[in-house]
């Protein structure tokens, strides 16, 4: 025997061995079958993270939005939720209602209904559901409690859901019951007879839509609530359940899940949970916090979405890795199809979970995510080990006669920094009814029976940019798609589009601050409205702008710059704020709430009429005018050193902006 005869049988040999040390696992529906499968998600919302992706122009938009619906090409959702707005910021921004006043019904304010008939476009089988983080002030009558006046609050969200059909086609399947504190017995009842009433008997209900308890406990002590609720609800659950939640025999679902930063690390966290809340939490359903990260960055939990869309200016998005780990499960699966038994965790860790349409396809996808690469925002992650291993799946039952899988692979690949994800290997060939993997760390496969599968491609967007230095937007647009302006992120408040028929001069087309009463809301609106826009590492520039105040004697609006925070920190927000009031004085502060005073005096100011305020501030100093006079200058500014622009009023009152412009260096 020659050497290369020698070799060759010490590889056999080893094969041999490493083919003998593997794992067994059977995979079969011998025993019945598991849970029925209801699909995974997308949420917009909660709020205002889609902000930015209206404003991308053709064809940019659209390709996002085919990476994240369109089937067999990208994250192929099965599920869109969205905020049912209500007037306040409720994490990145504030969303509309559709009933700014008990007698106000409009359909067509925000952008949540263009979003949800783009995704039905794309996939007419998309799940649809609904939930309000927060309400307009009238449904609490006084209070910041949506919940004393259930049948208000009932009516309210019905009505939404009735206009989505009436207004757009839409049918919205779900319908989630949130509120940060605690949830309402009575509501849930009365929402369900509401439904029922109104000829909404297919619209379900999700409770709580936050934890599992007290509601699972809730459910099995009163056969009337365990009647009207659909589906139990947890918000970042850990991958687990409890026991009560179990014995309901309800649907569970991770109604909002993930909320982490998506570079790699960020899609592991989402391949771990999407097997596993099924696994160790029998969890049908997985909905990620957010869709699309297409909001500023430097607002609360940037990029958190399952790719990057947060530059309308140069058309750049980032077709992140959440999106390709999503498709090893979506693209090859179907609500409706059902998990097997014969699910679990791998020997030397990592999990596998198994689907099957009953019509002899199976779909099996396995995950070996290590501790450190998938962790989540949260909870708390337990540590845990996984190796390198070796595993035999067997398949069983109906599945024995099946001869070739297809097999998607991705591969994270930490230590060199080259990952490759969802790319399509040679079909498998099983043996006996088995197929054997050597798997490693931190990938990710998907074993199918279904060969429709692809990974959908465009060319490169445009090279990311930051915001132009120039900007000016002059808000004469005569019928607008979206009732907000471009690039503007409201963070207190509503800045709308506005028609002003008793001007006959310039100023006929605004934008108009709406809200005259604080929402009812969960996060931490100001006492001031605001509205963001630019860049946030911004330190010199010059903020333009015409305003018209509105409101008698205690009226106020300003522009600002170097905004230095927003979302739920936006009470705290720091900046230059240049304010006029209706009383004819002005204020400089160095903060949104108006404590640190830079500069005041008499402005002449009042109301409707317009002025135009000019705030520029650089290095050190800031100076203003009104009209195009000095009204104040050189006023010290030692901190914030960078911001946003903003422009914003003193209360929620109406108030009207125009020609707005900004230049920095």
Not at 11 to 22: F, M, P
Not at 304 to 315: Q, V
Request: net charge negative.
């Amino acid at each position: 025997m020659d050497c290369r005869e020698s070799a060759l049988l010490v590889s056999v040999l080893l094969l041999a061995l490493d083919l003998c040390s593997a794992q067994n696992y059977v995979l079969s529906d011998d025993g019945g079958l598991g849970r029925v499968f209801d699909g995974i998600g997308g949420l917009s919302g909660g709020g205002a993270t889609s902000r930015l992706l209206v404003s991308y122009a053709e064809p940019y938009r659209s390709q996002i939005l085919d990476f994240l619906f369109k089937p067999n090409f990208g994250a192929s959702l099965h599920i869109l939720k969205v905020e049912i707005g209500g007037d306040a910021q409720t994490t990145d921004g504030t969303e509309p209602s559709h009933m700014r006043y008990e007698n106000d019904e409009n359909y067509y304010r925000g952008y949540e209904w263009w979003l949800m008939k783009e995704a039905k476009k794309r996939n007419p089988n998309i799940t649809l559901i609904g939930l309000p983080w927060a309400f307009p002030g009238w449904v609490g009558r006084g209070k910041n409690w949506p919940y004393d006046y259930p049948d208000v609050t009932a009516t309210y969200v019905v009505n939404w859901i009735l206009g989505a059909k009436q207004y757009h086609d839409l049918d919205i399947q779900y319908v989630g019951i949130w509120n940060e504190k605690s949830f309402d017995i009575k509501y849930i009842k009365l929402l369900r007879y509401t439904l029922d009433k109104s000829g909404l008997e297919r619209v379900k209900i999700i409770a709580s839509d936050n934890l599992w308890e007290p509601i699972a406990f809730s459910l099995l002590l009163d056969p009337e609530l365990s009647t009207a609720v659909d589906v139990i609800g947890a918000h970042y659950p850990g991958t687990t359940t409890i026991t009560e939640a179990l014995k309901t025999q309800k649907k569970l679902w991770s109604s909002e899940d993930y909320s982490t930063f998506n570079n790699e690390v960020g899609g592991g966290c989402w391949a771990r949970i999407l097997n596993q809340n099924y696994v160790n939490g029998q969890m049908t359903a997985t909905i990620s916090w957010n869709l699309v990260a297409s909001y500023y960055e430097d607002l609360p939990f940037g990029r958190d979405g399952l790719m990057t869309a947060e530059e309308p200016w140069s058309g750049n998005y980032v077709v992140e890795s959440p999106i390709w780990i999503t498709a090893h499960t979506t693209q090859f699966t179907q609500p409706g199809w059902t998990y097997l038994q014969t699910v679990g965790h791998l020997a030397q860790g990592g999990s596998y979970i198994a689907l099957t349409d009953g019509k002899g396809n199976l779909t099996v996808v396995i995950e070996t995510m290590t501790h450190n690469h998938s962790v989540c925002i949260r909870p708390p992650l337990p540590p845990f080990n996984v190796t390198s291993q070796n595993a035999t799946f067997w398949l069983k039952g109906s599945f024995a006669s099946i001869k070739e899988l297809q097999v998607w692979r991705s591969q994270f690949d930490f230590k060199t920094n080259k990952p490759s994800f969802f790319e399509k290997l040679k079909p498998l060939k099983l043996v006996d009814g088995s197929f054997t993997l050597n798997l490693a760390e931190d990938e990710v496969y998907t074993l199918t029976t279904v060969s429709t599968g692809s990974k959908g491609s465009y060319p490169d967007p445009p090279p990311s940019a930051r915001f132009p230095k120039v900007y000016k937007d002059d808000f004469d647009v005569r019928s607008p798609p979206f009732s907000e302006a471009p690039y503007f992120a409201d963070q207190t408040g509503v800045f709308e589009y506005y028609i002003n028929l008793t001007d006959p001069g310039p100023h006929v087309f605004t934008l108009r601050q709406v809200l005259t009463e604080r929402p009812i809301t969960w996060a931490t609106d100001a006492d001031q409205t605001i509205s963001v826009i630019g860049d946030y590492y911004w330190q010199n520039l010059t903020v333009t702008c015409d305003v018209f105040l509105e409101k008698m004697n205690a009226g106020g609006v300003f522009i600002a710059a170097r905004v230095d925070k927003g979302g739920q920190s936006i009470r705290s927000a720091k900046g230059v704020f240049f304010w006029v009031f209706a009383d004819g004085t002005y204020k400089v502060t160095n903060d949104l709430v108006g404590e640190t005073v830079l500069a005041e005096g008499q402005s002449g100011t009042e109301v409707h009429r317009w002025y135009t305020l000019s705030l520029t501030v650089k290095g050190q100093y800031a100076s203003g005018s009104l009209n195009g006079y000095p009204l104040w200058k050189n006023a010290v500014v030692l901190t914030p050193k960078a911001g946003w622009a903003a422009i914003g009023t003193r209360s929620f009152e109406l108030a009207q902006f125009d020609n707005f412009a900004l230049v920095a260096e």
